[in-house]
Each structure stands twice: as structure tokens, then as C-alpha cells.
């Protein structure tokens, strides 16, 4: 069988249909033995040790850029600034609260589309613990990492820039 090239025309098609979704980033423990994070999975549908999920802030178009036009930084020097028009490249973003997750060491990330609150769960509301959550949704991407202490006492964002 021959496989066929999903075209730009499709990659900006599937990002305008996912900025439809809602979306939402949950953090976790992960496993507190680990010395060092193992590779990320690839057939994931949950966190090993979720905290809690915060809705993404935003949910957009991005496209590479230089450092001096860059609206967004990624670790190894990737720059992308925002765009207005649909672009194969989808930006996620949120910030995790004072007293969110704190004293929590956060070793696990990952991005959901479709998240269910619980019944009983205040209609928009944008941070919710495990116990919140009816139906966690469809699992986009995980991340693990080293431990990242979360202090009550500061905020952390979360940043993704996907290349469709």
C-alpha cells in the first residue's frame, strides 16, 4: 500500500479543528523511584500519577520566528511568534496558579482534548483535581521529566508548540 503526504493545506486544517477543542494540561507525580524519567510513551491514555488538569489559556496558531520577533521560547532555541492565520504549527499554553500543585515535585505532563468535568463541578471551572474529572479525554501527548518542585508560592506555565 502507498502511503500518501498529509499537504500544508491539511496540517492547517487539522490545527483549526483541534483550536475547536477544549484542552486542557494535566500535571502529575509520576513515579517517585525514578532516577531519571524514562521515554516519554507513545500509546498513553493517562498520567501515571495525576495532581490536576488546568484548561488551556491558549489554544493557537504559531509559525517560527527569530529570538528578536519570538512571542514564544522553547528550550533548545526554538522561537515561534504568533499568527492570526491558520498555520501547521499549534501553540498550547497555560499557567498554573500561587498554591496550585504546590510542594508537589511535577515529573509528568500531558495534554488532553476533550476533558468531562464531573456532575457537581461548577460550570467553567478551569483547574481541576483527579476526583473533578468525569472523563479525562483523548491523550494529545506525555511528557516525563526530571522533578519539577512546585512551591506554593510562584506560578508555572506550560508551553507546547506541536508541528502538525
Request: proline share 7%; hydrophobic share 40%.
Amino acid at each position: 500500500m502507498q502511503e500518501m503526504t498529509i499537504q500544508d493545506a491539511g496540517r492547517k486544517l487539522l490545527a483549526r479543528m483541534l483550536t475547536g477543542l477544549a484542552v486542557h494540561v494535566a500535571i502529575g507525580r509520576g513515579d517517585g523511584a525514578w532516577q531519571t524519567p524514562p521515554a516519554n510513551p507513545t500509546t498513553g491514555t493517562a498520567l501515571i500519577n495525576e495532581i490536576a488538569r488546568r484548561q488551556a489559556t491558549i489554544v493557537g496558531y504559531v509559525e517560527p520566528s527569530t529570538k528578536e520577533e519570538a512571542t514564544v521560547e522553547l528550550p533548545g532555541e526554538l522561537y515561534y511568534k504568533a499568527s492570526v492565520a491558520p498555520t501547521k504549527y499549534l501553540h498550547i499554553s497555560t499557567t498554573f496558579g500561587f498554591g496550585e500543585a504546590a510542594d508537589e515535585d511535577v515529573r509528568e505532563i500531558a495534554l488532553f482534548f476533550n476533558t468531562v468535568a464531573a456532575a457537581g463541578v461548577a460550570a467553567g471551572k478551569r483547574y481541576l483535581l483527579p476526583a473533578e474529572v468525569a472523563n479525562g479525554g483523548d491523550c494529545w501527548g506525555v511528557l516525563y521529566q526530571k522533578p519539577d518542585p512546585r512551591p506554593g508560592t510562584k506560578q508555572a506555565t506550560e508551553n507546547f508548540v506541536f508541528p502538525l
